[in-house]
């Protein structure tokens, strides 16, 4: 499993552009394959995607291959990913 993070530093194009920037946390699989993804966003708003939950009325979960180079990420240990998690 690989692990990072990235900062966006648009607000959403939507209703909810208020929540502000975000950060982003990733964990992928071997493939490169988006396994758990949580999106923090200025104003203190947290989703979070898995297998379990891969969308809902403010996003999804990423489709298709992310690698920390594709997004300018900061990779981040396993443990700080779970941090966020949980």
Do not use: P
Request: net charge negative; aromatic share 18%.
């Amino acid at each position: 499993m690989n692990y990072f993070t990235q900062f966006w530093d648009e607000n959403r194009d939507d209703e909810y552009a208020d929540w502000g920037n975000s950060v982003w946390y990733f964990e992928t699989n071997d493939a490169d394959q988006v396994i758990k993804q949580v999106t923090i966003y200025d104003n203190g708003k947290l989703v979070k995607y898995s297998e379990d939950n891969i969308e809902d009325k403010f996003g999804g979960l990423c489709e298709g291959a992310l690698t920390i180079d594709d997004c300018d990420g900061e990779e981040i240990t396993k443990e700080d990913f779970y941090k966020v998690w949980s």
